[in-house]
C-alpha cells in the first residue's frame, strides 16, 4: 500500500504539473456545456419573413396586424415583390408573404381570396417551420376578419406556397454542403497542427533551421504541399456528394475551387500556428478540435442557426471563418452563383488568411533556441 500511495501521489503530481490534463478534463467539458446550453438552439421563433402589400393595406389591416402582431416570425416590409425576392435570394429573409391587389375584394365577396408564400427550402427544417407559422397565422387572423365582418366560413383564405432551392425539401440536400465546411475544417487544421509539431518532436525542424531555406521557403513548402492535399480531399467530398448522393451543385465549380482556396488557406494558417506554438502533437490536436472543429460545427451556422442563438453569441460566430464559408458553399451547391454573398465573404476570409499567415511568419523563429 505505501508503494501504491507513493504512485498515486506521483501521478497526482504529475496531473497538476501537466496542464494539458486539467484543460482536457475540466475546461474542454465546460465549454461544452456553455457552447451546448446556450449556443445552440433548434427553436426557430425569430424567422425573418419578407411581408409585401400590393393593395390597400387599409382593407386587409386585420391579417396584416397579425403578421406583425406575431411572436414566431419577424416582419420585414417591402415596396415591390422584386425587392423582396432579392431579399430571398440573399439571404435577408427565409420566406417571403405577398398579399395580391384582389385580395380584400375577393374575401368581401366571399371567393376564398389566395396568399402567396414562398420559402427558402435549402434548410428544410426552417422552411416547414416558416411554413407552419405562416398557416397558424393567417387561421388566426381569418377567423377574426370572419366575425369582425360575420362572413361565413367557407371563405377560407387560400395559400399558394413554393419552395425555392430545395422544393422536395431533402434534409441531404442541406447537410451535405454544410458537413463539406466543417470537413475542410478538420481536414485543414488538423492536418497542419500535426506538422510542425511532429517536426518539433522529432527533432527535423533543427535540421531545417540549419539549412540554406529560408523562414518564407520553408512555410511556403508546407502551405503548398498541405493545401494539394486538403483541397483533393474537398473535391473527393464534393465528388460524393454531387455523383454519389445527388446533391445539385448550381454555381460554378471553378467559383467553389477558388473560394475553397481561400478557405483552406485560413484553416492551415490556424494549423501551423497551433504548431507552433505547441510543438506537441497531443497539444496541437486538442487545441484543433477545440478552436477549430467544435466551432465550425457548433457555431458556423451550418447545422445550427446563428439567428436562434443568443444575442451575445450571435457577433462572436463572425469571427469563426467557417461562418464565412458555409453561406458561400450553400448557395452555390443549392442557388448557383450569387455574387454579393460570394465576394462578401470571400474577401473576409483572404483578409483572415493574410493575418494568419503574418501572424505565423512572426512566431516562427529562424534559429534554433
Avoid at 230 to 237: G, I, M, R, T, Y
Avoid at 241 to 258: H, I, Q, W
Avoid at 274 to 302: D, E, K, Y
Amino acid at each position: 500500500m505505501r508503494i501504491l500511495r507513493a504512485l498515486i501521489h506521483k501521478e497526482f503530481l504529475q496531473i497538476i504539473r501537466d496542464p494539458s490534463s486539467i484543460m482536457i478534463a475540466l475546461v474542454l467539458p465546460f465549454l461544452l456545456i456553455l457552447i451546448f446550453a446556450t449556443a445552440i438552439n433548434l427553436d426557430n421563433n425569430t424567422i425573418e419573413t419578407g411581408l409585401v402589400i400590393e393593395g390597400n393595406r387599409q382593407q386587409i389591416n386585420d391579417i396584416v396586424s397579425a403578421f406583425e402582431g406575431s411572436e414566431y416570425v419577424k416582419i420585414i416590409h417591402y415596396g415591390s415583390r422584386k425587392e423582396a425576392e432579392k431579399a430571398l435570394i440573399k439571404g435577408d429573409i427565409r420566406s417571403l408573404v405577398v398579399l395580391p391587389n384582389n385580395f380584400a375584394a375577393d374575401f368581401m365577396a366571399e371567393r376564398s381570396p389566395s396568399i402567396q408564400v414562398l420559402t427558402d427550402a435549402s434548410d428544410p427544417n426552417i422552411a416547414l417551420f416558416s411554413s407552419a407559422y405562416i398557416q397558424g397565422i393567417v387561421a388566426t387572423a381569418q377567423k377574426i376578419m370572419l366575425q369582425m365582418n360575420g362572413y361565413d366560413a367557407k371563405a377560407g383564405i387560400q395559400i399558394e406556397q413554393s419552395s425555392w432551392y430545395n422544393p422536395e425539401l431533402k434534409s441531404r440536400h442541406y447537410i451535405l454542403p454544410n458537413s463539406i465546411a466543417i470537413i475542410m475544417t478538420l481536414i485543414g487544421m488538423l492536418l497542419t497542427a500535426l506538422v510542425i509539431a511532429r517536426e518539433w518532436e522529432r527533432g527535423t525542424m533543427e535540421s531545417l533551421l540549419t539549412t540554406k531555406a529560408s523562414k518564407l521557403q520553408i512555410l511556403l513548402s508546407k502551405y503548398i504541399a498541405y493545401y494539394c492535399l486538403a483541397l483533393s480531399s474537398a473535391v473527393f467530398c464534393t465528388f460524393l456528394s454531387v455523383v454519389v448522393f445527388n446533391v445539385p451543385f448550381r454555381g460554378s465549380f471553378l467559383v467553389y475551387l477558388l473560394t475553397s482556396s481561400l478557405f483552406l488557406f485560413v484553416s492551415i494558417g490556424m494549423g501551423f500556428i497551433i504548431s507552433t506554438l505547441t510543438r506537441n502533437q497531443f497539444l496541437a490536436s486538442v487545441a484543433a478540435s477545440m478552436f477549430g472543429f467544435l466551432p465550425a460545427v457548433m457555431l458556423s451556422g451550418g447545422l445550427f442557426e446563428i439567428t436562434s442563438m443568443p444575442k451575445i453569441i450571435q457577433p462572436l460566430t463572425s469571427v469563426i471563418p467557417a461562418t464565412h464559408f458555409v453561406p458561400i458553399i450553400k448557395n452555390l451547391f443549392m442557388a448557383g452563383n450569387i455574387w454579393p454573398i460570394i465576394w462578401q465573404n470571400s474577401i473576409f476570409l483572404l483578409l483572415y488568411g493574410l493575418v494568419m499567415f503574418a501572424l505565423l511568419y512572426g512566431i516562427t523563429k529562424e534559429r534554433i533556441e
